[in-house]
């Protein structure tokens, strides 16, 4: 079980038309993208669900669902 905030970042994942960039899901989640240290904990989490292979990286930076 995840905790809820990687719930959140999982589904807005997987309701995207195709890989996300990391502004793009903060955006989606209403982060505020401008500022740098607030979207580099998001990025940060993608990270590691791409590290608990619930997403993956693509080598553009982009994520999306595991297959």
Do not use: H
Not at 42 to 59: A, F, M, Q, W, Y
């Amino acid at each position: 079980m995840l905790p809820s905030d990687y719930q959140r970042i999982l589904a807005v994942v997987r309701e995207a038309t195709g890989p996300v960039m990391a502004r793009q899901v903060g955006e989606m989640l209403g982060v505020d993208v401008s500022v740098r240290a607030k979207l580099e904990p998001l990025r940060g989490k993608l990270i590691r669900l791409v590290d608990r292979s619930r997403l993956r990286k693509l080598p553009d930076g982009r994520f999306t669902t595991c297959l």
